[in-house]
């Protein structure tokens, strides 16, 4: 396979040599039984709809849904509708209800394992409390309609109009005795959105975990479990060995994941990831290693994929789906590296050539001769001479 011409940060280029074949790849296999496993899933734009980057999201639903139905293959379940699907970054309500209708309906179809994410994000301008409380009961009524488990993820307009602890603790004491069934609680750090800074009512992260472990105290039964994205891994761990009994705690950590979900003498975590997009047939075989005992294999399989997953979800964090989503086509589950909001362009040419060598090394790319003809047209048309 002749070789690229990979751009570098500062300037210039330096080659690079594709893979010839990938290693080969469980397929399939039995359900995974040690931990349950969510991977957030990516939306695929629709290429050819004459939209404006601020306007209503094009969607291209074969495609979305397709990539679910390879999550499902695996055994993995699917997180829709959360940051990773371009959630308040170019897919509003309207698109993000759409998409819950749809993907439920596919979830039953396939036997598939789904929980849905429910926010505030119909609320376009400041909003009071009651406000606040109602926007999530209505996409809270939507979820359980389309018979998904919901995911009572974290509300930009909760931490605009909250003046105290209080305010959390009552807006997420009422949504929890309407739900229906347990729900998952998720703690996305400012990180991956800036308008959470403070969430739970505190900037100091000790103060808002005690709000936060205070809502579940008071109703442990109607929580599963809990998903925590604050990339800082002795916090979740302190955090998951004070969960009631019967409380998951899921990493949503794309930095320290291996460690996490392999646990310790105390207990472990469960996983809900974003990074399990582009690495779903592989995370599938490294849990069902773990699910053997075989920590050691499961190690040897994912330790390596963390430098891909610091790199995606490198500083600006949230922009981590513009990566996502090359790795999606250069893997051929689409046929274009188009996004709704035109986030493809959140990213240098540089970061994204280093994703492909990462993902490229790890034998990510089902077609490696593929991914490369595909890398070399986008290189091309960015002006890097191949």
Not at 220 to 229: A, Q, R, T, Y
């Amino acid at each position: 396979m002749t070789t690229l011409l990979l751009p570098v940060a500062g300037g210039g280029t330096r080659a690079y040599t594709p893979s010839a074949e990938p290693p080969p790849m469980a397929v399939g296999g039995p359900p995974l039984a040690s931990r349950t496993v969510f991977s957030a899933a990516h939306v695929v734009a629709d290429p050819f709809a004459d939209v404006s980057p601020d306007g209503p999201a094009a969607v291209d639903w074969g495609a979305t849904l397709a990539f679910r139905r390879h999550l499902w293959s695996h055994g993995l379940g699917v997180a829709e509708a959360m940051d990773t699907a371009q959630r308040g970054m170019g897919l509003d309500w309207a698109g993000a209800a759409e998409l819950i209708r749809r993907s439920a309906a596919e979830a039953k179809a396939a036997g598939g394992r789904i929980a849905c994410g429910v926010g505030t994000d119909q609320l376009t301008g400041p909003a009071t409390l009651p406000e606040v409380r109602s926007a999530y009961e209505e996409q809270l009524a939507l979820v359980d309609a389309a018979g998904a488990q919901p995911i009572l993820m974290a509300s930009r307009a909760l931490a605009a109009a909250a003046t105290s602890p209080d305010a959390y603790l009552e807006t997420y004491g009422h949504l929890l005795r309407q739900a229906r069934e347990p729900v998952i609680l998720h703690w996305l750090g400012p990180m991956f959105d800036p308008a959470l800074e403070g969430y739970w009512g505190a900037a100091d992260l000790d103060a808002a975990t005690e709000t936060f472990l205070e809502v579940i105290a008071v109703h442990p039964d109607k929580v599963d479990g809990i998903k925590v994205s604050l990339l800082d891994a002795d916090r979740e761990i302190a955090l998951r060995r004070r969960l009631p009994d019967g409380v998951r705690c899921y990493t949503g950590d794309d930095f320290n994941y291996p460690e996490l979900i392999a646990g310790d003498d105390h207990g472990f975590s469960h996983a809900l990831l974003g990074i399990f997009d582009p690495l779903g047939p592989l995370a599938a075989e490294a849990v069902r290693a773990l699910d053997t005992g075989d920590v050691k294999r499961f190690r040897a399989l994912l330790d390596p994929t963390v430098e891909l997953s610091r790199h995606l979800f490198q500083a600006p964090t949230r922009y981590y789906k513009t990566g996502v989503v090359l790795l999606a086509w250069l893997a051929g589950h689409q046929t274009h590296f188009t996004m709704v909001g035109g986030l493809q362009s959140a990213r240098s040419l540089p970061h994204l050539a280093r994703a492909y060598e990462l993902a490229d090394g790890l034998g990510l790319f089902p077609d490696p001769a593929l991914a490369a003809h595909r890398m070399r047209s986008l290189l091309t048309v960015h002006g890097v001479p191949q």
